[in-house]
């Protein structure tokens, strides 16, 4: 069974930085992209960043380019989210979520199989 | 910039309805479209993948269609662990997007 489990959130100021980290099992990871996705407590989502299986391609969302940074570690299988420059608007649960194969993003989706790890950003 | 419009943002059905869920986009995004269902702290899974595509050991009452702009969900009969938030989204491309959602209660 595919698991997922995140970490790492907390409460923040503005301008801090946080690291999530998510622990992937039940399925071979360096096979599959990986992406973040954010949920505002009793609101929409809203897709944060992927990166291939091979870390060759990433891509981010326009709201959090230059500021966040995905990674993944496929001996460690898990796969990270570098947050700098914390905004209020950033305030959000974090889901990790694996997408349906290793490269393509087009036709992508993102299957959160964790409870997510809460962000608050808050002076 | 893309978006999506869910209709109805909610409902109510009985146990056994047939239940359907509209995802129009504001672009083409040539069959590009998935759906999700999630229950309260959880998060979201995939049911449906590129319009009609049912995700491995997704129930087969869960079934989805397009006809000319608009992409649908139907839930062939209605079970009570259905109830939840559903969500659209488009993958044509990387400025991913998912629709407001459609919250499905039980009558």
């Known amino acids: 069974e595919v698991q997922l489990v995140e970490s790492g959130g907390g409460v923040v100021q503005p301008g801090r930085s946080l690291r999530l980290s998510c622990a992937a099992s039940?399925?071979?990871?360096?096979?599959?992209?990986m992406h973040w996705v954010r949920q505002v407590p009793g609101k929409g989502l809203e897709w944060v960043a992927g990166l291939e299986w091979n870390s060759r391609r990433i891509v981010y969302a326009d709201s959090v380019k230059g500021r966040f940074t995905i990674s993944r570690d496929n001996a460690k299988n898990s796969v990270y989210l570098e947050m700098n420059g914390l905004r209020s608007e950033d305030t959000a649960l974090y889901y990790c979520?694996?997408?349906?194969?290793?490269?393509?993003?087009?036709?992508?989706?993102?299957?959160?199989r964790g409870q997510g790890t809460l962000v608050t950003v808050s002076s | 910039d893309m978006q999506l419009t869910q209709s109805p943002s909610s409902l109510s059905a009985s146990i056994g309805d047939r239940v359907t869920i509209t995802c129009r986009p504001s672009?083409?995004?040539?069959?590009?479209l998935n759906w999700y269902h999630q229950r309260p702290g959880e998060g979201p899974k995939v049911l449906i993948y590129a319009t009609n595509l049912l995700k491995s050991g997704v129930p087969s009452r869960f079934s989805g269609t397009v006809s000319g702009a608009d992409f649908s969900l139907t839930i062939a009969s209605l079970q009570p662990e259905d109830v939840g938030i559903y969500y659209c989204?488009?993958?044509?491309?990387?400025?991913?997007?998912f629709g407001q959602g459609t919250k499905l209660e039980i009558k």
């Open positions: 989204q488009q993958s044509y491309n990387t400025l991913y997007t």
């Open positions: 979520a694996k997408d349906k194969d290793g490269s393509s993003f087009t036709g992508s989706y993102f299957d959160c």
């Open positions: 039940g399925f071979t990871f360096e096979d599959y992209a």
């Open positions: 672009q083409s995004i040539n069959g590009y």
